[in-house]
């Protein structure tokens, strides 16, 4: 039996989802058992494959690159325990120069605030248009949402550090077995 699947991805992601000389679509197919077919005028990506399972995994890998995540990141979530989140600025702001503080926000002076968030849950986060996504260990995914949804409800960055911190260090007592 066959499955597939269609999506529209953004018409400026699609040479990153095929990288150079068709090597980034050639991995995706590969591991995802799949074919993609890509209209690169329209951004139409269908995929197809005799696996429902790895095929609806292929659709979160592409809807990934499609929300700024380079390809290499992206196939990471072909890994059994990692996963895909995203974030709507649209929920949270109103308007275009609300949009643009919030990412700001986020992304922080010269990148620090998305590379704090990102080295202490193990996760990346990715600022395109008006989406954050996420992707990392899935038992991770949740504080790391947690701390974005914080710093776009204006919380202190130092505050929002402070409890990754205090997270990172329960996973590694948690790793250690240490207070079990």
């Known amino acids: ?4 699947f269609s999506m529209k ?3 400026e992601r699609v040479a990153v989802l095929i990288g150079t000389k068709g090597e980034s679509k050639r991995a995706i197919e590969a591991r995802g058992k799949c074919h993609l077919r890509i209209d690169s005028e329209e951004g139409d990506v269908e995929m197809t494959g005799e696996d429902a399972i790895l095929l609806y995994t292929t659709q979160e890998v592409i809807k990934s690159v499609a929300r700024g995540f380079n390809p290499d990141i992206a196939m990471n979530l072909y890994k059994i325990d990692y996963a895909f989140d995203l974030l709507n600025l649209s929920d949270v ?6 949009m643009q503080r919030l ?3 986020v992304i922080g002076h010269e990148g620090k605030a998305r590379k704090v968030i990102e080295e202490l849950t193990d996760c990346n986060v990715s600022v395109y248009g008006k989406t954050i996504s996420i992707i990392g260990p899935a038992e991770r ?3 790391a949402r947690r701390s974005i949804e914080m710093i776009l409800g204006g919380s202190r960055h130092g505050n929002v ?8 260090r329960k996973w590694k007592r948690d790793e250690m077995g240490i207070g079990v």
């Open 161 to 168: 550090y402070r409890f990754l911190e205090g997270q990172r």
């Open 1 to 4: 039996m066959t499955f597939s």
């Open 93 to 98: 702001a109103k308007t275009q120069s609300g």
């Open 9 to 11: 991805i953004p018409k």
């Open 141 to 143: 995914i949740s504080i």
């Open 103 to 105: 990412k700001g926000r």
